[in-house]
């Protein structure tokens, strides 16, 4: 796939897709009209920043934290509920990205590579409170930075650091290995129950291009 060189273009082609989003919202929770829209916006963010790109895999996860309306158990309300948060939290990360095409185009990009936000997590003892605070992190590396920011011993958490990041690293890969997951799963299932279904929703996001 061609990347899209013309930052002016690809400011507008995200500022299309913004403007169908009131649409989505009145449609079914995660039906035909918001899966060819999510589909066509992720494919419109590689031709921009590339193929698996940090800036691909935040849209993907945006408003999926705490979200688990996409079980059959749910009720209506509560899928309605969750897709309305999910799509405006996608919303919210597609205005970002505008600003930083803005930025770029002016002259002072300043957005993550794959390999600068492996980086951030380099030294996740001392930059925790940073991570928290930061607007350029995805969703998941918040939620694996606020799990680690709650635990105090340090055997616990050299612990909990290697299995999450090992986790991370196999999601955001371009066919996650399932019997990867599942150790790592296994293990934080035993962990706490509150931190699995912390890291649950991320799974489930991407469980269609886990390989068996």
Not at 7 to 24: F, G, H, N, P, T
Not at 108 to 127: C, I, P, Y
């Amino acid at each position: 796939m061609s990347r899209i060189e013309d930052l002016e273009a690809a400011k507008q082609l995200i500022e299309m897709q913004l403007k169908d989003i009131d649409s989505i919202l009145t449609k079914v929770p995660y039906g035909l009209e918001y899966t060819f829209w999510e589909d066509f916006t992720a494919r419109i963010i590689d031709r921009i920043y590339g193929n698996e790109s940090s800036q691909r895999h935040g849209f993907e996860q945006a408003g999926r934290e705490g979200c688990f309306s996409v079980f059959e158990s749910y009720s209506e309300h509560q899928r309605r509920e969750d897709f309305i948060e999910i799509v405006n939290c996608k919303k919210e990360y597609l205005e970002n990205l505008i600003k930083d095409l803005e930025n770029r185009l002016r002259g002072s990009g300043t957005e993550l590579t794959a390999e600068e936000h492996r980086e951030v997590f380099a030294d996740l003892s001392n930059n925790l409170e940073d991570i928290l605070k930061s607007e350029e992190v995805s969703p998941l590396d918040r939620t694996i930075a606020q799990i680690l920011s709650k635990i105090e011993d340090p055997s616990r958490f050299t612990e909990a650091r290697s299995n999450l990041l090992e986790l991370r690293d196999e999601l955001l890969k371009p066919a996650p290995s399932w019997a990867v997951l599942r150790e790592h799963m296994v293990w934080l299932i035993l962990f706490g129950k509150k931190e699995f279904f912390s890291i649950l929703p991320f799974i489930v996001l991407y469980v269609r291009k886990i390989a068996d």
